[in-house]
Protein backbone atom coordinates (compact mmCIF):
# COMPACT_ATOMS: atom_id res chain seq x y z
CA UNK A 1 0.00 0.00 0.00
CA UNK A 2 0.96 3.48 -0.75
CA UNK A 3 2.34 5.38 2.20
CA UNK A 4 -0.02 7.72 3.37
CA UNK A 5 0.49 12.00 2.39
CA UNK A 6 1.69 13.87 5.11
CA UNK A 7 -0.12 15.46 7.99
CA UNK A 8 0.49 19.03 9.29
CA UNK A 9 0.76 19.91 12.74
CA UNK A 10 -0.68 22.91 14.84
CA UNK A 11 0.54 25.70 13.41
CA UNK A 12 1.92 24.73 10.02
CA UNK A 13 0.30 23.89 6.51
CA UNK A 14 -1.10 21.35 5.03
CA UNK A 15 0.31 18.42 2.88
CA UNK A 16 3.57 19.52 0.70
CA UNK A 17 1.31 18.65 -1.97
CA UNK A 18 -2.01 20.49 -0.91
CA UNK A 19 -0.29 23.73 0.63
CA UNK A 20 -3.38 25.03 1.25
CA UNK A 21 -5.75 24.85 4.53
CA UNK A 22 -8.41 21.66 3.56
CA UNK A 23 -11.80 22.72 1.98
CA UNK A 24 -15.33 21.32 4.11
CA UNK A 25 -18.76 21.88 3.00
CA UNK A 26 -20.77 24.01 5.53
CA UNK A 27 -24.66 23.28 5.45
CA UNK A 28 -26.68 26.62 5.96
CA UNK A 29 -28.99 27.04 8.90
CA UNK A 30 -32.25 25.48 8.94
CA UNK A 31 -34.60 26.43 5.97
CA UNK A 32 -37.80 26.35 5.28
CA UNK A 33 -37.75 26.70 1.66
CA UNK A 34 -39.59 23.69 0.09
CA UNK A 35 -37.12 22.93 -2.77
CA UNK A 36 -34.09 21.32 -1.83
CA UNK A 37 -31.40 23.91 0.47
CA UNK A 38 -28.25 21.78 -0.91
CA UNK A 39 -24.80 22.78 1.02
CA UNK A 40 -24.13 26.23 -0.40
CA UNK A 41 -20.31 27.02 1.20
CA UNK A 42 -16.88 25.66 0.62
CA UNK A 43 -14.89 27.36 4.06
CA UNK A 44 -11.78 26.16 4.88
CA UNK A 45 -10.17 25.17 8.11
CA UNK A 46 -7.15 24.14 9.86
CA UNK A 47 -6.59 19.80 9.40
CA UNK A 48 -7.37 18.26 12.60
CA UNK A 49 -5.17 17.63 15.31
CA UNK A 50 -5.84 13.72 17.02
CA UNK A 51 -6.78 13.79 20.42
CA UNK A 52 -6.05 10.81 22.90
CA UNK A 53 -8.25 7.86 21.17
CA UNK A 54 -8.48 9.97 17.55
CA UNK A 55 -7.41 9.20 14.29
CA UNK A 56 -7.54 11.82 11.42
CA UNK A 57 -8.58 10.56 7.84
CA UNK A 58 -8.11 12.09 4.63
CA UNK A 59 -11.61 11.50 3.34
CA UNK A 60 -11.62 9.85 -0.77
CA UNK A 61 -15.26 9.54 -0.90
CA UNK A 62 -17.95 10.48 0.58
CA UNK A 63 -21.94 8.54 -0.28
CA UNK A 64 -25.16 10.66 -0.28
CA UNK A 65 -28.19 9.29 1.71
CA UNK A 66 -31.67 10.67 1.54
CA UNK A 67 -31.14 11.79 5.23
CA UNK A 68 -28.82 14.52 3.57
CA UNK A 69 -31.41 15.60 1.64
CA UNK A 70 -34.18 16.10 4.61
CA UNK A 71 -31.26 17.92 6.64
CA UNK A 72 -30.87 20.05 3.62
CA UNK A 73 -34.30 21.42 3.14
CA UNK A 74 -34.53 21.22 7.08
CA UNK A 75 -37.05 18.48 6.90
CA UNK A 76 -35.06 16.37 9.22
CA UNK A 77 -37.20 15.19 12.05
CA UNK A 78 -34.23 14.89 14.76
CA UNK A 79 -31.94 17.58 15.98
CA UNK A 80 -29.21 19.15 13.64
CA UNK A 81 -26.01 20.79 14.45
CA UNK A 82 -26.18 24.40 13.72
CA UNK A 83 -24.14 25.28 10.74
CA UNK A 84 -23.89 21.41 9.74
CA UNK A 85 -21.08 19.68 8.13
CA UNK A 86 -23.02 17.67 5.91
CA UNK A 87 -22.97 13.57 5.28
CA UNK A 88 -22.56 10.53 7.72
CA UNK A 89 -21.05 8.16 4.80
CA UNK A 90 -17.19 8.13 4.32
CA UNK A 91 -14.27 6.35 3.37
CA UNK A 92 -10.56 7.07 3.24
CA UNK A 93 -6.94 6.78 5.07
CA UNK A 94 -5.46 7.21 8.63
CA UNK A 95 -2.72 10.13 8.06
CA UNK A 96 -2.70 10.84 11.78
CA UNK A 97 -3.18 8.50 15.18
CA UNK A 98 -3.94 10.13 18.60
CA UNK A 99 -2.55 8.54 21.44
CA UNK A 100 -3.87 5.13 23.09
CA UNK A 101 -4.94 3.86 19.11
CA UNK A 102 -3.24 0.71 18.97
CA UNK A 103 -5.88 -0.63 15.98
CA UNK A 104 -4.79 1.67 13.36
CA UNK A 105 -1.88 3.29 11.65
CA UNK A 106 -1.15 5.46 9.17
CA UNK A 107 -1.95 4.66 6.09
CA UNK A 108 -4.36 2.48 6.87
CA UNK A 109 -7.89 2.51 4.24
CA UNK A 110 -11.00 3.06 7.13
CA UNK A 111 -14.63 4.00 6.98
CA UNK A 112 -16.27 5.58 9.86
CA UNK A 113 -19.21 4.06 11.64
CA UNK A 114 -22.46 6.01 11.10
CA UNK A 115 -22.75 6.52 15.32
CA UNK A 116 -19.52 7.60 17.09
CA UNK A 117 -20.38 6.12 20.22
CA UNK A 118 -22.28 3.10 19.04
CA UNK A 119 -19.64 0.21 19.06
CA UNK A 120 -22.17 -3.00 19.94
CA UNK A 121 -25.47 -4.49 21.38
CA UNK A 122 -28.76 -2.36 21.71
CA UNK A 123 -28.53 1.47 21.33
CA UNK A 124 -28.82 3.60 23.82
CA UNK A 125 -30.41 7.14 23.98
CA UNK A 126 -27.47 8.67 24.26
CA UNK A 127 -25.81 7.48 20.75
CA UNK A 128 -28.45 9.51 19.04
CA UNK A 129 -26.32 12.46 19.87
CA UNK A 130 -23.24 10.95 18.22
CA UNK A 131 -24.65 10.56 14.50
CA UNK A 132 -22.39 12.11 12.02
CA UNK A 133 -23.66 14.20 9.31
CA UNK A 134 -26.55 15.35 11.71
CA UNK A 135 -26.26 15.77 15.80
CA UNK A 136 -22.43 16.33 15.19
CA UNK A 137 -20.30 17.35 11.99
CA UNK A 138 -20.15 14.73 9.70
CA UNK A 139 -17.85 13.76 6.57
CA UNK A 140 -18.31 15.89 3.76
CA UNK A 141 -14.65 17.42 4.48
CA UNK A 142 -10.94 16.64 2.81
CA UNK A 143 -9.60 15.40 6.63
CA UNK A 144 -12.03 14.50 9.87
CA UNK A 145 -10.87 13.49 12.94
CA UNK A 146 -12.71 10.29 14.49
CA UNK A 147 -12.49 8.22 17.33
CA UNK A 148 -10.68 4.75 16.70
CA UNK A 149 -12.99 2.35 18.15
CA UNK A 150 -16.00 3.73 15.31
CA UNK A 151 -13.33 2.68 12.52
CA UNK A 152 -13.83 -0.10 10.29
CA UNK A 153 -11.38 -1.25 7.70
CA UNK A 154 -12.47 -1.18 4.24
CA UNK A 155 -12.68 -4.30 2.86
CA UNK A 156 -9.43 -4.99 0.31
CA UNK A 157 -11.39 -5.65 -2.99
CA UNK A 158 -13.21 -2.18 -2.98
CA UNK A 159 -12.58 1.34 -4.22
CA UNK A 160 -12.92 4.19 -2.12
CA UNK A 161 -16.30 5.20 -3.68
CA UNK A 162 -17.56 1.60 -3.45
CA UNK A 163 -16.80 1.78 0.67
CA UNK A 164 -17.99 4.82 1.15
CA UNK A 165 -21.90 3.35 1.01
CA UNK A 166 -21.18 0.77 3.46
CA UNK A 167 -21.51 2.78 6.71
CA UNK A 168 -24.90 3.48 6.23
CA UNK A 169 -27.49 1.90 3.45
CA UNK A 170 -25.23 -1.26 3.73
CA UNK A 171 -24.98 -1.84 7.16
CA UNK A 172 -28.84 -0.64 7.20
CA UNK A 173 -29.81 -3.64 5.37
CA UNK A 174 -27.01 -5.59 6.52
CA UNK A 175 -28.70 -5.52 10.28
CA UNK A 176 -32.77 -5.67 8.69
CA UNK A 177 -31.68 -9.00 7.08
CA UNK A 178 -29.67 -10.94 9.54
CA UNK A 179 -29.47 -9.37 13.11
CA UNK A 180 -32.90 -7.71 13.46
CA UNK A 181 -35.20 -10.37 12.42
CA UNK A 182 -35.65 -14.23 13.01
CA UNK A 183 -32.76 -15.80 11.51
CA UNK A 184 -33.81 -16.83 7.63
CA UNK A 185 -33.64 -20.16 5.69
CA UNK A 186 -32.65 -20.97 2.23
CA UNK A 187 -35.53 -20.41 0.11
CA UNK A 188 -37.09 -17.38 1.92
CA UNK A 189 -38.71 -14.37 0.08
CA UNK A 190 -37.82 -10.93 0.40
CA UNK A 191 -39.63 -7.86 -0.64
CA UNK A 192 -36.75 -5.23 -1.01
CA UNK A 193 -39.15 -1.24 -2.34
CA UNK A 194 -37.50 0.99 -4.69
CA UNK A 195 -33.87 0.98 -6.13
CA UNK A 196 -32.07 3.27 -4.03
CA UNK A 197 -29.24 2.40 -1.85
CA UNK A 198 -30.97 0.49 1.24
CA UNK A 199 -33.17 -1.85 -1.01
CA UNK A 200 -30.05 -2.35 -3.69
CA UNK A 201 -27.98 -3.68 -0.92
CA UNK A 202 -31.18 -5.97 0.20
CA UNK A 203 -31.33 -7.76 -2.73
CA UNK A 204 -27.42 -8.21 -3.12
CA UNK A 205 -26.86 -9.42 0.18
CA UNK A 206 -30.02 -11.40 0.24
CA UNK A 207 -29.51 -13.30 -3.03
CA UNK A 208 -26.22 -13.80 -1.72
CA UNK A 209 -27.52 -15.79 1.17
CA UNK A 210 -29.95 -17.91 -0.70
CA UNK A 211 -32.86 -15.79 -0.30
CA UNK A 212 -35.62 -15.11 -3.12
CA UNK A 213 -36.00 -11.42 -3.80
CA UNK A 214 -39.16 -9.58 -5.00
CA UNK A 215 -37.74 -6.36 -6.55
CA UNK A 216 -40.41 -3.04 -7.27
CA UNK A 217 -39.17 0.32 -8.85
CA UNK A 218 -40.81 3.28 -10.93
CA UNK A 219 -39.68 1.99 -13.91
CA UNK A 220 -38.57 -0.69 -16.38
CA UNK A 221 -35.22 1.32 -17.03
CA UNK A 222 -34.35 0.80 -13.16
CA UNK A 223 -35.66 -3.05 -12.82
CA UNK A 224 -33.32 -3.92 -16.24
CA UNK A 225 -30.17 -2.36 -13.72
CA UNK A 226 -31.24 -5.01 -10.63
CA UNK A 227 -32.41 -7.78 -12.85
CA UNK A 228 -28.72 -7.83 -14.24
CA UNK A 229 -27.95 -8.24 -10.26
CA UNK A 230 -30.27 -10.93 -10.26
CA UNK A 231 -33.13 -10.14 -9.25
CA UNK A 232 -35.80 -12.44 -11.21
CA UNK A 233 -38.97 -11.06 -9.77
CA UNK A 234 -39.75 -7.34 -10.44
CA UNK A 235 -42.77 -5.08 -10.31
CA UNK A 236 -43.35 -1.24 -11.86
CA UNK A 237 -45.18 0.35 -9.35
CA UNK A 238 -46.40 2.71 -11.52
CA UNK A 239 -47.60 0.34 -13.99
CA UNK A 240 -49.33 -1.79 -11.26
CA UNK A 241 -49.89 0.57 -8.47
CA UNK A 242 -51.88 -2.16 -6.48
CA UNK A 243 -48.43 -3.64 -6.54
CA UNK A 244 -49.35 -6.43 -3.22
CA UNK A 245 -51.38 -8.28 -5.31
CA UNK A 246 -48.48 -9.15 -7.70
CA UNK A 247 -46.60 -10.11 -4.61
CA UNK A 248 -48.91 -12.43 -3.35
CA UNK A 249 -49.78 -13.81 -7.12
CA UNK A 250 -46.12 -14.55 -6.71
CA UNK A 251 -46.23 -16.31 -3.63
CA UNK A 252 -48.87 -18.18 -4.23
CA UNK A 253 -50.92 -16.09 -2.00
CA UNK A 254 -49.23 -16.58 1.25
CA UNK A 255 -46.72 -13.42 0.98
CA UNK A 256 -43.45 -12.61 1.68
CA UNK A 257 -40.65 -13.48 4.82
CA UNK A 258 -39.49 -10.18 5.12
CA UNK A 259 -40.22 -6.48 3.55
CA UNK A 260 -37.59 -3.96 3.28
CA UNK A 261 -39.47 -1.06 3.90
CA UNK A 262 -38.38 2.48 2.95
CA UNK A 263 -41.24 4.19 1.85
CA UNK A 264 -43.48 5.19 4.77
CA UNK A 265 -46.85 6.32 4.82
CA UNK A 266 -47.57 5.70 1.77
CA UNK A 267 -46.05 1.86 1.20
CA UNK A 268 -46.62 0.54 4.68
CA UNK A 269 -50.34 -0.99 4.39
CA UNK A 270 -49.57 -2.73 1.12
CA UNK A 271 -46.26 -3.57 2.79
CA UNK A 272 -48.17 -5.29 5.54
CA UNK A 273 -50.81 -6.65 2.73
CA UNK A 274 -47.89 -8.46 1.05
CA UNK A 275 -46.47 -10.46 4.25
CA UNK A 276 -46.57 -13.49 5.26
CA UNK A 277 -48.05 -14.72 8.63
CA UNK A 278 -45.72 -14.57 11.29
CA UNK A 279 -43.68 -12.46 8.65
CA UNK A 280 -41.57 -8.74 9.52
CA UNK A 281 -41.43 -5.67 7.99
CA UNK A 282 -38.17 -3.65 8.55
CA UNK A 283 -39.16 -0.10 8.66
CA UNK A 284 -36.02 1.61 7.55
CA UNK A 285 -36.81 5.10 5.66
CA UNK A 286 -40.15 7.20 4.90
CA UNK A 287 -39.91 8.42 1.22
CA UNK A 288 -43.46 8.90 0.74
CA UNK A 289 -43.93 10.65 4.05
CA UNK A 290 -45.26 10.32 7.59
CA UNK A 291 -48.78 11.36 7.81
CA UNK A 292 -50.89 8.26 7.78
CA UNK A 293 -51.55 6.14 10.45
CA UNK A 294 -50.94 2.69 10.91
CA UNK A 295 -53.62 0.26 10.79
CA UNK A 296 -52.75 -2.27 14.30
CA UNK A 297 -55.21 -4.76 12.68
CA UNK A 298 -53.91 -5.45 9.71
CA UNK A 299 -50.34 -6.05 12.44
CA UNK A 300 -52.38 -7.97 14.55
CA UNK A 301 -54.25 -9.99 11.76
CA UNK A 302 -50.44 -11.03 10.16
CA UNK A 303 -49.00 -11.83 13.75
CA UNK A 304 -46.74 -9.39 11.76
CA UNK A 305 -43.24 -8.17 13.33
CA UNK A 306 -42.69 -4.74 12.87
CA UNK A 307 -39.14 -3.70 13.46
CA UNK A 308 -37.46 0.19 13.00
CA UNK A 309 -34.16 -0.44 12.24
CA UNK A 310 -32.16 3.24 12.16
CA UNK A 311 -28.58 1.98 10.47
CA UNK A 312 -26.24 -0.23 12.98
CA UNK A 313 -23.31 -0.32 15.23
CA UNK A 314 -19.68 -0.23 14.68
CA UNK A 315 -20.00 -3.81 15.09
CA UNK A 316 -22.34 -4.56 12.52
CA UNK A 317 -20.16 -2.50 9.81
CA UNK A 318 -17.43 -5.11 10.58
CA UNK A 319 -19.77 -7.89 9.89
CA UNK A 320 -20.36 -6.98 6.85
CA UNK A 321 -17.45 -5.60 6.08
CA UNK A 322 -15.99 -9.15 6.41
CA UNK A 323 -19.24 -10.84 4.38
CA UNK A 324 -18.31 -8.15 1.50
CA UNK A 325 -14.62 -9.40 1.19
CA UNK A 326 -15.70 -13.03 1.91
CA UNK A 327 -18.38 -13.38 -1.24
CA UNK A 328 -16.27 -9.97 -3.09
CA UNK A 329 -19.48 -8.42 -3.35
CA UNK A 330 -19.38 -4.79 -4.79
CA UNK A 331 -22.22 -2.33 -4.26
CA UNK A 332 -23.62 -0.48 -7.15
CA UNK A 333 -22.56 3.74 -7.39
CA UNK A 334 -24.92 5.27 -10.02
CA UNK A 335 -22.45 7.70 -10.54
CA UNK A 336 -19.54 9.68 -9.14
CA UNK A 337 -19.13 13.73 -8.81
CA UNK A 338 -16.32 15.86 -7.97
CA UNK A 339 -15.85 17.58 -4.50
CA UNK A 340 -16.94 20.79 -5.70
CA UNK A 341 -20.09 19.44 -7.42
CA UNK A 342 -21.62 17.84 -3.91
CA UNK A 343 -24.75 20.42 -4.67
CA UNK A 344 -25.28 18.98 -7.86
CA UNK A 345 -24.86 15.54 -6.51
CA UNK A 346 -27.86 16.48 -3.89
CA UNK A 347 -29.97 17.40 -6.53
CA UNK A 348 -29.35 14.23 -8.38
CA UNK A 349 -30.82 12.80 -5.34
CA UNK A 350 -33.67 14.37 -5.08
CA UNK A 351 -34.63 13.77 -8.57
CA UNK A 352 -34.74 9.84 -7.57
CA UNK A 353 -33.34 8.80 -11.10
CA UNK A 354 -30.82 6.92 -9.57
CA UNK A 355 -30.16 2.72 -8.82
CA UNK A 356 -28.42 2.29 -6.20
CA UNK A 357 -25.72 4.88 -4.56
CA UNK A 358 -24.48 8.50 -5.65
CA UNK A 359 -21.21 9.35 -4.21
CA UNK A 360 -18.59 12.52 -4.06
CA UNK A 361 -15.05 11.84 -4.65
CA UNK A 362 -13.22 13.82 -2.33
CA UNK A 363 -9.55 13.39 -3.28
Not at 319 to 325: H, I, P, Q, T
Request: glycine letters at 10%.
Amino acid sequence: MAAAPGHPRSGRTAAPHRPRRPREVLRPRRTRRRRPAPPRALVERPVPEPAAGQVVIRVRAVALNFRDLLIARGHYPLPVKPELVPGSDAAGEVVAVGPGVTRFSEGDRVMPAFFETWETGPMRMSDHGSARGGAIDGVLAEYVAVDARALVRIPAHLSFEEAATLPCAGVTAWRALFESAPRHKTGDTVLCLGTGGVSVFAAQLALAAGLEVIMTSSSEKKLDRVRALGVRRTIDYRRDPDWERLVLDATGGDGVDHVVEVGGSGTIARSLAALKIGGTVSLIGALTGVDANIDPIAILAKSARVQGVFVAPRSSLDALSRAMEARELRPVVDRVFAFEAANEALAALAEQKHVGKLVVRVG
